[in-house]
């Protein structure tokens, strides 16, 4: 029995393609956590004019299936346009990788879905959005059940960082049990106000330490 | 190949392997057939001389020792074989939290049928919490199991304290030395021990054969149902071959080669430490086993660095759990107090007789790469 994983996989593995960051990228997201082993962080430069991606990068903290699913992902978004790359799947990264083992899909699908909240994210900041939903509390936890605790390794709503949130009038106020001197307050801080800021109903998000 | 994965299985000894040929060529019957005819009764002697010979070996006696067909099967008799066999004397049980996993599924096993489980912690170098362990001893207690040595650490547990501890309440142990014996020596003639599982393919041994010491007062129920072999603890005919084969990996095993392995993990543990940064030993630096390092490299995963060391031919095993259907990583790992990422970026190098100094260079060499091209591309450093 060989290794369960394709030659174009393994190529992808150890040479990856696309690997970096963009210092002065137009959006960048984190997706996964060390906690399950996988992460993975999407840095896209875009071209405002066509709306076409003209640079990709990426950084893993991951297996094979997780590096090689970035790297062609990489490879597939560059130079589409915007809804181009929001089609992308992960089952046409797996395609074009020949195929993965079905017990990796938990490690490859973060690629995708870093692909999907990058573009949403764009699409945020730069008032791109066709449909104008209101933000709800649903919508604001989902969104933070991506923002990694580095102590944990696990989100901040399931390790219950979260005492409360509220949406009033544009403004979004959260409450997180956690001191402010923590050593992760500040990147925590940073990373929710990322994830939030750009929703088009909202103009401020405040977090308050619950110190 | 460079296999660094011999706490999985070991490369038989060539010497065991020609004994068992020689015996499976000529000695075919079976055991159980004495009262009909010679070559039958030949086996059993054979068989019976192995047994002697392995119980001297240990300290104990001849028919003390029951074969079984793996190391996980020898659990599995000892813990619940005794639990089934004295349920009437009570209904809690204690282990450990770092336990091998035959040993703690046999104790899930043991909860679901209405036992009560106590879980002894460690330190964080693996050492198990002997103040926790005697105040968990109850009146209800029948049975102690805990491991002499960690299959993904190596951290040395002090059994003989251990052992004092158990005796002191009355109380039945049962100890894991699978990973151990006889990397570490144990008479049981000497250590109160009543229950000890042995692996002879951790030690140059046959695969499909684990051994039960047996002290000959603790009462076990079978499991298998079948014959009246190995004592009736256990229908189904004797694996002969590898019981031959077992005999003669504990006579040709040798303590020179024990200290000349331990020099070759120090090595490999100093050549590790002043060679790539940001690393940490997992386990006891010094209460160990000779054969057993692991190591963090931290901000990486454990199966891209083992995967890209099988590339150079290099075989290790990771306490990452992408290797299996759960996303958990070693509990091993996380029981220590390990963060997950820390446990996820663990690699486990188990050493042999048949490994040298050269194979440790070579590791060192393509480590060093692999851990520096995964950290270039790790988020966890921040674009470093």
């Known amino acids: 029995m060989p290794i369960p994983y394709t030659k174009v996989v393994i190529e992808h593995f150890k040479n990856p393609h696309n690997v970096g960051v963009i210092e002065d990228a137009d959006v960048k997201v984190t997706e996964g956590s060390p906690a399950c082993g996988d992460m993975i962080t999407l840095y896209l430069k875009i071209d ?93 936890f989902e969104r933070l059940s991506h923002v990694i605790n580095p102590e944990t390794g696990i989100d901040i709503v399931k390790s219950k960082l979260i005492d409360s949130i509220s949406i009033d009038n544009g403004s979004i106020t959260i409450i997180l049990n956690l001191n402010e001197n923590s050593q992760f307050s500040e990147n925590i801080k940073e990373e929710i106000k990322e994830r939030l800021q750009y929703l088009w109903d909202i103009s401020e998000v405040k977090i308050i330490f619950n110190n | 190949m460079i296999y660094f994965d011999n706490a999985s299985s070991t490369k038989t000894d060539d010497l065991v392997i020609e004994e068992m040929v020689e015996f499976a060529k000529n000695y075919y019957a079976i055991p159980s057939s004495i009262f009909s005819h010679t070559l039958g009764i030949t086996v059993a002697d054979k068989i019976e001389e192995a047994r002697s010979y392995i119980g001297t070996y240990l300290g104990g006696k001849s028919n003390e020792i029951i074969f079984t067909a793996s190391g996980t099967e020898a659990n599995n008799l000892a813990i619940k074989g005794f639990a089934y066999a004295n349920r009437k004397k009570g209904n809690h049980l204690i282990t450990s939290t770092i336990e091998h996993i035959s040993v703690l599924e046999s104790f899930k096993r043991l909860k679901e049928e209405g036992f009560e489980i106590t879980y002894v912690p460690v330190d964080n170098t693996g050492k198990i919490d002997l103040d926790f362990l005697r105040e968990a001893i109850r009146d209800s207690t029948i049975l102690v199991s805990i491991q002499l040595a960690n299959q993904e650490v190596g951290t040395l547990q002090d059994i003989k304290k251990i052992a004092d501890i158990v005796k002191e309440k009355g109380k039945i142990l049962h100890v894991d030395a699978s990973i151990a014996v006889p990397y570490v020596k144990v008479d049981l003639s000497q250590t109160p021990i009543d229950l000890l599982t042995i692996s002879p393919h951790k030690f140059y041994g046959p695969k499909g054969i684990g051994i039960l010491y047996k002290r000959e007062d603790v009462k076990l129920s079978k499991l298998i149902d079948g014959g009246y072999n190995e004592f009736n603890l256990r229908g189904g005919h004797e694996n002969t071959w590898a019981i031959i084969g077992t005999r003669k990996a504990f ?82 790992l996380l029981a220590m107090g390990k963060t997950h990422e820390d446990a996820h970026g663990s690699i486990r190098f188990s050493l042999s007789k048949y490994n040298t100094k050269e194979e440790i260079d070579f590791t060192i060499e393509k480590l060093k790469e692999i851990v520096s091209d995964l950290r270039r591309i790790s988020p966890l450093l921040g674009g470093a």
Do not use: M
């Not at chain 1, 066509?50 to 597939?76: E, H, M, P, W």
């Not at chain 1, 181009?84 to 395609?95: G, M, Q, R, S, Y």
């Open chain 1, 48 to 140: 405002p004019k066509t709306n076409r991606v003209v640079d990709v990068k990426f950084q893993s903290y991951g297996c094979a299936s997780n590096i090689a699913t970035a790297s062609i992902i990489t490879d597939l978004v560059k130079g589409k346009t915007l809804e181009e790359a929001k089609k992308i799947t992960w089952k046409d990264a797996a395609e074009a990788l020949g195929g993965l083992p079905s017990i990796k899909v938990h490690c490859s699908v973060l690629a995708a879905d870093a692909l999907h909240s990058a573009v949403e994210l764009y699409y945020e900041k730069n008032g791109l959005l066709k449909e104008k939903t209101p933000t709800t509390l649903e919508k604001v």
């Open chain 2, 251 to 332: 006579e040709v095993f040798k303590d020179t080669d024990v200290e000349r392995i331990k020099q070759l993990k120090h090595y490999l543990i100093e050549r590790i430490e002043s060679d790539i940064p940001d690393v940490t030993l997992n386990g006891n630096r010094l209460d160990s086993l000779p054969h057993i390092v692991n190591f963090t490299f931290k901000f990486i995963e454990g199966e891209s660095i083992s995967l890209r060391l099988d590339f150079e031919g290099i075989a290790v095993t990771t306490g990452s759990a992408c290797y299996s259907k759960n996303l958990q990583a070693s509990h091993v």
